[in-house]
């Protein structure tokens, strides 16, 4: 879904799977449908397309335009407890709540204000969107996700390891599929946990908090603006002592328990998971 479009109907879809108890469904429209070969090919393609010059020059503009985004779309986005990012050393999995295309924004402005270089785990159907949207997609500093055993395995941490050694950041959604200005964490999927564990690299936890501002959007009378809190949570590290698997899963049972934490703190209340049209940041349902 590009953003402004269908949005009432994406509502529609996270309260209707809210209801079921699907907290990880896909809810957006439009995303491209693609065969498991096809999504293997396509991200086969955009890492043979990486090695060439022209994907270098490309790379450059689109990092460009995103570190321009970030300056003016998140000039008011406020960071708290910036200092406890700083804590890694070495390389760091990010993880926060996942609720519209430009969420990446307010990670890119703490990894920037902490010096270090952002990457971003994406779906690999982002690679096949159209036009701007596209174009930043298979150039900005992304490691794109297949679901295949080979790649998940193999492939795909040694993409992250890269990273890492040269101290690097990779955002991963652990909630896994997009919900438009939603407000609540949502339960975690295990993948960010696992592959910290097995790296032996902490987790910044981090949770947006959205606020809804009295204005309204341009030509909306259904949303407001809305501006953003980062709340950098503590970092969560691996115990020595611990299996792989123990690790991933006591990472992910604080990371979620942190998030549930911030989100009460901000928003003055227990949370829930029954459906109140409250829950879509900035939404007034006529």
């Known amino acids: 879904m590009i953003i402004g479009e269908n949005r009432a109907q994406v509502i529609e879809n996270i309260k209707a799977a809210v209801k079921k108890g699907k907290m990880h469904a896909k809810v957006e429209l439009g995303d491209p449908i693609l065969t498991k070969d096809e999504r293997i090919k396509l991200v086969n393609d955009y890492w043979k397309q990486q090695k060439k010059l022209s994907h270098k020059f490309k790379n450059i503009i689109a990092q460009t335009i995103i570190n321009l985004d970030t300056l003016v779309l998140m000039a008011h986005t406020q960071i708290k407890d910036k200092q406890r990012a700083k804590g890694p050393q ?6 926060t709540n996942h609720f519209k295309q430009t969420d990446s924004l307010p990670i890119k402005k703490l990894a920037n204000r902490c010096h270090k270089k952002l990457y971003v785990v994406i779906e690999d159907s982002n690679l096949k969107l159209p036009g701007f949207f596209g174009f930043l997609m ?3 500093n992304a490691i794109p996700i297949v ?8 492939e795909f941490p040694k993409h992250l390891q890269k990273v890492f050694d040269k101290k690097g950041w990779v955002l991963i959604y652990p909630e896994q599929e997009m919900w438009y200005n939603y407000r609540k964490p949502r339960p975690l999927q295990k993948g960010a946990y696992y592959y910290a564990a097995k790296a032996k690299i902490p987790i910044i936890s981090c949770f947006v908090e959205i606020q809804d501002l ?3 959007e341009k030509n909306s009378k259904e949303f407001h603006k809305t501006r953003y809190i980062l709340h950098v949570l503590p970092t969560i590290y691996p115990v020595d002592r611990l299996t792989v698997d123990q690790n991933a899963k006591r990472m992910r049972d604080i990371d979620y ?3 549930k934490r911030a989100y009460e703190k901000a928003y003055g209340k227990k949370l829930n998971y029954d459906f109140d049209y409250d829950d879509i940041a900035g939404y007034i349902k006529e």
């Open 90 to 95: 070495h390389g760091a999995i990010v993880t």
């Open 138 to 140: 298979n150039n900005i």
């Open 147 to 154: 679901q295949s055993y080979q790649y998940l395995g193999r």
């Open 214 to 216: 009295p204005e309204m």
């Open 257 to 259: 328990m942190q998030k």
